[in-house]
């Protein structure tokens, strides 16, 4: 799986808040908590900001887990320092609260008909943090050292198909032909192969050709590397310095091309699951992400001085068939596996009123999400059953289901984590009621994914990372690309009809009628949609996080509350 794109997505364990406070707690939960509501819930009472955050006039602290200090946005293997390259350098085109793109660097863009030729125009008057100018040869610059022999980053250019890239990656040309420098403000992107994940990928943060490129050539990125504990960016803020176990100091960026923030310093702060609520609590951080439930929010509001955030992830968690088994070659049987798991005892254990069951292989939140359309799998143990009768599967002398003299047992891959520690008991459970035998099998993530690559299993347990667009939730399950063996040639056909048509409103019927064909032939038995908590002192006011652009897109617009 991918690196974690935002620092809010983290589960953290519950804190001990002081006597007082647990007491309070003890009396709060003697009536049934009511959800919170999505979105900002104000601060009951701002004159409760600590005494140690007023001090700070000047001044916004984030808490942060565990960076590394590996500060380039291409370099990274951490996804905490990305957190931290997001504060240094702004992307060419982002995206907004529902997913769609939006300009951040670039002023616009143009697609050819074809959907093959992207032109993209810079903003004016674009500088660096010391003041150089940013054109669009860096553009240029950047997508080059991506497709460098030498680069082993995180991010993926390959899906874009930038024209020429392969052959600049393989030594057959001393340029990525595909890139085309028109004049300082635009530049001309060419690619073989139409995707709607394109526009992400070349869209992406800019790097300095002047002070990252000076010493490069192609293959040898040590000069580019040398430089990662000393970024230069366009963002909001400037880095100034890492203290390892400690924080991370920035001052804004007067050449920000908003303007310079509000706040004249931010402020990373490095915290961990034992300490998290409690520097929030005395006022040394100003905001902080929580785990979604009802105890978590319940302190938070007990505090008073507290904005809660409570908003959609875009992730999905599931369980993967593995195809190749011949039981589970029968879609029948996976339907019967899906209505005889009681998802909504599952999800309503591990979240308690802040998750929903998931039925399509995206997030609510987006804007490709079928709200009325797709076969919810209600828990219905009598319908599993005659499915899998229906599929040959009878119940034996002890209950256990049989074909051709073999028991329906499967192995179920597990992590230790939060959902599968409550879903291996419901799951063995229902199964036995099905007559079905579960056996677990609990591995740490890398042993995981090992295993399910040699195909040793019959489900695995796992979640996505975000996904910023909605092929990024379906690209599993394209048969040349699958790791289970899932094969639907109409699945294949509109997951690529889908990627290959660039405007959402086109998209959005081609993702409906996907995600019907999924229900009807299921490569996973989807889980769950979580919710996200954060929150912030009520001593600063602009906080509106997200799941795509999280804290730091609110930065700009965070200041000292009147």
Known sequence: MSRIKNNINKLLQNRLAPLALACALGMAFGAQAQTLAEGITPAADAGLVPAAAKLRKDTVVAGILEPQGIFNPYLFTNGWDENVTDVIFSRLIGLDSQGKPVGRLAESW?????????????????????????KAEDIAFTLTLLHDPAYDGETDIT??????????????????????????????????QAGATTLQLIGGPVLSKAYYGKDYRRGKLDGVRALSGKPLGNGPYIYDKYVPGQEIRFHANPNFYLGAPPMARFIYRVTNPATNFQL???????????????????????????????????????IDFNLKRPALQDKRVRQAL????????????????????????????????DATGINPYAYDLAKARRLLDEAGWKAGADGIRQKDGKKLELTLLVTKKLINDALVPIAKDNYRQLGVVLKPQVLDFNALLAQRKTGNYDLASLSTSTLNDPHDGVRDFISRESATGYSNPQVDALIAKANATLDIEQRKPLYHQLYQLLAEDPPVILLGNRKILSASSARVTGFKPDIYNGLVGSLPDVRLAQ
């Open 110 to 134: 143009q697609v050819s008909p074809d959907n093959l030729t992207y032109t993209i125009k810079l903003r004016s008057n674009l500088v660096y943090s010391d003041g150089s100018p940013l």
């Open 338 to 369: 899906i209505y005889g798991l009681d998802r909504q005892k599952l999800i309503s254990v591990v979240y308690q009123g802040y998750g929903t069951v998931a039925n399509q292989p995206i997030s609510p939140i987006s804007w490709a999400y």
């Open 159 to 192: 899906p874009a198909h930038i024209q020429g890239g392969d052959a600049y990656k393989n030594g057959a040309a001393d340029s990525v032909s595909g890139l085309k420098v028109i004049d300082d403000r635009t530049i001309q992107i060419t690619t073989t």
């Open 280 to 318: 929030f609590q005395t006022g040394e951080t100003d905001y902080d992400a929580f785990t979604s439930k009802p105890d978590d929010i319940e302190q938070l509001k007990l505090l008073g001085f507290a904005n809660i955030n409570l908003y959609g992830s875009s992730d999905y968690s599931r």
